[in-house]
């Protein structure tokens, strides 16, 4: 059951203006150059987002398989990467939704935020930047998944004080 309003969390558009101070959102609409390549047969959308894999990290690619979760979502923890950028660019073609939060050693859960990403849209966390594991909506949805591997501890979580629910 969800509590009072200041518990609810409701999706706003995900934009590049409005997800800046977390990262990058990954689509052809924010490409900083647009490059005709392979005989003019193909465009490349260049330099979507600044993957950083940290001091003697390696950036790696793997997918992730994510199961729809149901609304309204009760929001009880946060996760961050210290060490590394974080880029989720889905492959199923279905929204989901994306939890952030500032925060030094502990997501200041008075500015939770959360993102509807549409079909097109991925998003790169900066290293550091609080977010929730992802959150898919109505089927399994694949992701395609750009982060750190090397040395050292590059996620942790912490449990929020009381949860906070996402409402569709």
Not at 26 to 44: H, K, V
Not at 61 to 87: D, K, N, T, W, Y
Request: net charge negative; glycine share 8%.
């Amino acid at each position: 059951m969800m509590g009072d309003e200041r518990d609810v969390l409701r999706p706003e558009p995900l934009t590049s203006a409005a997800f800046a101070p977390f990262g990058e959102v990954i689509e052809a609409a924010s490409a900083r150059q647009r490059i005709l390549i392979n005989e003019g047969t193909a465009e490349r959308f260049h330099d979507l987002a600044r993957i950083e894999p940290g001091a003697d990290g390696r950036a790696i690619v793997s997918i992730f398989r994510g199961q729809p979760r149901p609304m309204p979502f009760p929001v009880s923890m946060l996760e961050r990467h210290p060490l590394g950028s974080q880029a989720f660019v889905p492959l199923s073609g279905r929204p989901y939704l994306v939890v952030v939060a500032h925060g030094r050693d502990t997501p200041d859960e008075a500015r939770l935020r959360v993102f509807l990403a549409a079909d097109g849209q991925g998003v790169n966390f900066a290293p550091g930047v609080w977010h929730h594991p992802l959150l898919t909506l109505d089927e399994v949805s694949d992701f395609l998944v750009i982060d750190r591997e090397g040395p050292g501890l590059n996620c942790e979580e912490k449990s929020l004080t009381r949860p906070v629910h996402v409402a569709p």
